[in-house]
């Protein structure tokens, strides 16, 4: 089961022995009809097991009958349906609002460049100074999901931040560093991210509710909707197919530009000559 996560394997493990002792024999035993209904049973109860149990199950049965080489039984499983929930998106007004609230340099650079360069959060987290590439405005973006590089823009107002920054906090290796309790430098943790997206959401005003990857849903939309065609916002999304991508189209319009930096568009920055 190498990729689940330690409490799911507990979940198929406690689901596929709730199967067992129902029919006091192993999974693998049972034919495809007893399976099929012992499911239909699961997902009719009102009470327990819960919806959650009955996917359990199924994925549960999935692992098994693969790590068991039995694909008769793996196709005759049922399919399960994933929620069809469209992203909660910012205005442009709210990511003003949002950045314009921070008063630390540090919080609003966080927040402007989950958003300026659609970062998910442990791809912040992971930002090196040799990532910086100011001459060219590019962020190198290391080991992203799915363990793939890309490159993505930096603005120019971003860049600007970015300079300050560094220059009065001096980081070391990591863009944002945190300390441990002997004071040595250490990477930013995940639940500093999470503390300033609070904090931030209580203070701005904003009823949407958003988390940091929410700012990521926002770049894409922003992008599509400033006129970023669909297969350059899959690339600086690092999305491995475009279906994924494609959910943006619904709540965006579409047309061809070159790759831009949003945080400009919506000040109008430029850099002064």
Known sequence: MAGKSQSTVKNYARCLAHIALHFKCCPTELDEEQILDHLHYLKNQHKTPSESFFKHSVYGLRTLYKLYEIKEKYISLPQIERPKKLPIVLSQKEIKTLISTAKLLKHKLILALLYDCGLRRFELLNIQLQDLDFDRKMLHIRQGKGRKDRYVPLGNLTIKGLKTYL??????????????????????????????????????????????HTLRHSYATHLLEMGL?????????????????????QISQLSEKKAFSPLDKIYNYTIPN
């Open 167 to 212: 220059y009065a906090e001096n980081p070391v290796k990591w863009l944002f560093n945190s300390t441990t309790t002997d004071g040595i430098p250490c990477q930013y943790a995940a639940s500093g991210v999470q503390w300033v997206i609070r904090q931030m959401r209580k203070k701005s005003g904003i009823s949407k509710p958003f988390t940091a």
């Open 229 to 249: 065609d669909i297969v350059s916002l899959k690339n600086l999304l690092g999305h491995s197919c475009i279906e994924t991508t494609m959910i943006y189209l």
